[in-house]
């Protein structure tokens, strides 16, 4: 079955440093992976998506890898602040199907 | 643009009541869908609407959940009767859709917290 593995334990870093957060998917072609943001109390927010063609996405200060080889995706937020702290989800995503599946979620906690 | 309206923000029942949660999707908004989210996981697809039809209800528990979408507008998602285990956020999401785009991003109401005792 489809399964997808983001770090269960909570990512501290301090400000200013560049966090690393990593999305391994098993049973999966996804034609595209998006990435989320969840505050507490609040629902998911699209951040960025890359497609299976491409290798790297930015935006701002967000970086996104996509390696269909090793089946993993990695996010990088650079110049890390302490609004930057919430959990981030990532959603393997395609094959004609628009409703996500979603990874359990990495806590980032952004130390001032 | 005003986002994804979900009501209500908690609801706390005893199990085998029932519960209904409302949700009324960003404008022009095509596709609808209802989501879990257990804590400590992420969220989980109950069903999905293109307009007023389902496309996706396969992993909701159709012994107990049900939902519907009038007009292709509001939607309201329930449960009856709830147990302990259907304690959990219930997330309501819309996107676009157009045909032949493949990708619309989805957004997503507050959610409504379920507490089940």
């Known amino acids: 079955s489809q399964k997808i593995e983001q770090n269960s334990e909570a990512l501290n870093i301090q400000e200013g440093k560049t966090a690393t957060l990593t999305c391994n998917y098993t049973n999966y072609s996804p034609a595209y992976l998006q990435w989320y943001r969840q505050d507490p109390g609040r629902g998911p927010v699209f951040l960025l998506l890359i497609r299976e063609n491409e290798k790297e996405k930015r935006k701002e200060r967000l970086k996104v890898t996509f390696d269909t080889t090793l089946k993993q995706s990695l996010f990088h937020i650079t110049a890390s602040q302490p609004a930057d702290s919430a959990t981030y989800l990532c959603?393997?995503?395609?094959?004609?199907?628009?409703?996500?599946?979603f990874g359990s979620g990495t806590r980032l906690q952004v130390q001032p | 643009e005003a986002g994804v309206a979900q009501s209500p923000r908690y609801k706390i029942i005893e199990k085998r009541q029932s519960v209904a949660f409302w949700c009324n999707p960003i404008s022009g908004h095509a596709t609808l869908y209802w989501y879990q989210q257990i804590l400590g996981q992420g969220p989980k697809l109950l069903i999905q609407f293109q307009n007023n039809g389902v496309v996706d209800d396969s992993q909701l528990p159709k012994d107990r959940f049900s939902a519907e979408r009038l007009k292709g507008v509001d939607s309201t998602l329930k449960i009856q009767p709830a147990k302990l285990e259907d304690s959990a956020v219930y997330l309501c999401a819309s996107s676009l859709d157009r045909q032949g785009i493949t990708f619309y991003e989805q957004y997503f109401g507050p959610g409504t917290r379920l507490t089940v005792t």
């Open positions: 959603a393997p995503s395609g094959g004609g199907r628009r409703a996500l599946t």
